[in-house]
């Protein structure tokens, strides 16, 4: 199973504090904790794409490129890439770039992000958002298995004998998440094409995630790809750890409070109860975490939340050195034993497609007729 930290690059106040880091210096901050997450054996370090203050990562695939070069293991993700106001084309090109210059170490998550006004800045209209999503990947992907390629669509210019360039590493395209927390449509276009399923629930109650799951699970094995719990999940978490709950509460409540995406809301302790946030000790992370399989399923990637609200540095350093040395190895061993044996304990890598071959699914191209009336329309 894969364990890693993402971030949404945002900067805030530190209430703390009163300080505010420069946006040269937030994005200091996010190689260092991608740099750390290797260092202590964590798998993955994602980072989010915005394009408004207050927040930073808005060329993702500059710094993981930056990130690469100094890493040797680490797997290389985003959460999201925007397929909705990205052209397909240029994210085929920066992602196969990644590919190469990582070995192979880079996937995506794609999504249609949570910020409206981005839909305008880039000439697209948010109302169009589920069928841009649909298009977009699927000229995606035959950027990334075609050559000479025939286009047309409703949102881009067309294109005529086009070949994407460079190919991808090996001819393998790199392995696609898509990232929703309430769109059954993005859920449905997964399970089409045998994709992954990102559940974001830092926001939802166990319920919410459960249907979202399950909807995925169910259609992915209504187009063949494999039994409902052999289906390619991964979950997002949030954390804050101490020696002590008490501690733990003191330190971060600060940081919640005055949260911009929920300060001023739910009270900490009402927001732990309803969503995965864990704020407590190293054993209550893994005992909540491990409860993320009692309603999802068993599932292969978890990514959690540490260095976001103005937290500093130090800080965030500190609980992914407590995540890589005393959550991470229980929450593996856990989870593995748990594990029915013909359930994958990890999502498809570069090694993994690169062996299954041609024939693979994530390596075919499907009829785009058929992604227009499974996605569009959100059967479910």
Avoid: C
């Amino acid at each position: 199973m894969q364990f890693g930290i993402f971030s949404v690059g945002d900067v805030t106040t530190d209430p703390t504090t009163g300080t505010t880091v420069s946006e040269h210096e937030r994005i200091q901050a996010m190689t260092a904790i991608a740099l750390k997450a290797e260092e202590v054996g964590l798998d993955v370090f994602a980072t989010g794409e915005h394009h408004n203050p207050p927040f930073v990562p808005s060329s993702p695939t500059t710094m993981l490129g930056w990130i690469a070069a100094r890493t040797e293991k680490l797997r290389l993700s985003t959460a999201t890439t925007l397929i909705t106001t990205n052209d397909p084309v240029k994210i085929a090109e920066d992602f196969a770039m990644l590919q190469h210059l990582s070995g192979g170490r880079a996937d995506l998550t794609l999504g249609r992000g949570n910020t409206g006004p981005v839909y305008p800045w880039f000439g697209k209209d948010i109302r169009q958002g589920i069928p841009l999503a649909v298009e977009n990947y699927h000229l995606l992907r035959r950027l990334w298995r075609e050559k000479n390629i025939d286009w047309e669509g409703r949102f881009r210019t067309p294109l005529q004998g086009y070949t994407s360039t460079p190919a991808p590493l090996d001819d393998t395209p790199p392995f696609v998440w898509h990232g929703s927390i309430r769109s059954p449509e993005i859920a449905e276009q997964a399970a089409f094409y045998g994709d992954g399923f990102f559940h974001n629930n830092i926001f939802w109650n166990k319920e919410h995630t459960e249907q979202m799951v399950n909807l995925y699970r169910r259609r992915f094995e209504h187009y063949g790809h494999g039994s409902a719990d052999q289906a390619i999940v991964g979950l997002g978490g949030q954390v804050f750890m101490a020696d002590t709950e008490n501690e733990a509460k003191r330190r971060f409540r600060p940081y919640f409070d005055n949260a911009p995406v929920y300060g001023h809301g739910p009270s900490l302790e009402d927001f732990t109860d309803m969503t995965p946030l864990t704020v407590g000790t190293p054993e209550m992370v893994i005992d909540k975490t491990l409860s993320f399989a009692d309603y999802a399923g068993d599932y292969q990637r978890q990514l959690f939340l540490v260095d976001h609200a103005g937290l500093p540095l130090p800080q965030v350093l500190e609980q992914i050195e407590i995540l890589g040395t005393q959550v991470v190895p229980v929450l593996r061993a856990e989870f593995d034993r748990r594990r029915p044996a013909h359930v994958p304990s990890d999502p498809p890598t570069h090694e993994s497609l690169v062996a299954a071959g041609p024939g693979s699914p994530h390596r075919r191209v499907a009829p785009a007729a058929s992604v227009a009336t499974a996605a569009a329309k959100g059967e479910n």
